[in-house]
């Protein structure tokens, strides 16, 4: 699917190039810029995908599933740079405004939209556990309102003449795609600082495990991900007199798994307060 999308945004990001040369664009411009920013996204996905399902070596004990959120995170701020490059060309044009063939802006513009249309369909089944999948699907979200705002313009322009509806459809795309650039930012930059998932609560991951039969205390609680659809967890626990280690280290771990999915557990087990204060910070 990505392979697929990826070939039909490169056919449409080369037209609208050409179209905004020929029929002098900056809002086909604009959304050329965007449409190869879809398919640096689906190009990197691709390239994530197949690093990522690399297995662990002696030198990544946890392989190379990371790199998807590097990935993501380059998109994220190739977003911001587009945007910025977009919204200085269009003020320009406001300022000083040129002339816009409008057929043809329209023509490009709607086989921009009903490219996008089939490649967010393409990756609406895999944006829920990808961050990846997810970057790429809002890049090509996004391009598909700046497709239909660049119609809409070109429509006005043909019924008024009014040149500069041109630069200032570009300034909304451009507005348009910074809010989600800065999510998909914030996300990525949450996982890469060893942040709680976002599906999971880490006061109720203490109280489950507090609640467990045996456990006296616990504390080195940790919560992590790797990639956008995986958590692990590793904590000490301190067992109650009488409480045997391995049952209740098989309690917690099954416990995490059935109320949180947490497929990954380390659990330490320790008769005695562990001795180590940063350990129990």
Known sequence: ????????????????????????SLALLSDAAHMFTDAAALAIALAAISIGQREADERRTFGYRRFEILAAAFNAVLLFFVAGYILYEAIQRIRVPEPVESFGMLAVASVGLLVNLIAMRLLSSGRERSL???????????DMLGSLGVI?????????????????????????????????????THILLEGVPRRLSLAEVRAAIAGTEGVAGLHDLHLWGISSDDASCTCHVELKPGADGETVRLEVAETLEHRFALHHVTVQTEREPCPDRHCRM
């Open 132 to 142: 990846n999948v997810k970057g790429a699907y809002l890049e090509v979200w996004a």
């Open 1 to 24: 699917m990505l392979k697929l999308a990826l070939v039909l945004t490169g056919t449409v990001l080369i037209l609208e190039l050409i179209g905004a040369y020929a029929f002098g």
């Open 152 to 188: 809409l313009g070109a429509g006005i322009i043909m019924a008024t003449g009014w040149t500069w509806i041109d630069p200032l459809v570009a300034v909304a795309i451009g507005l348009w795609v910074l809010p989600r650039s800065w999510a998909l930012l914030r996300d990525t």
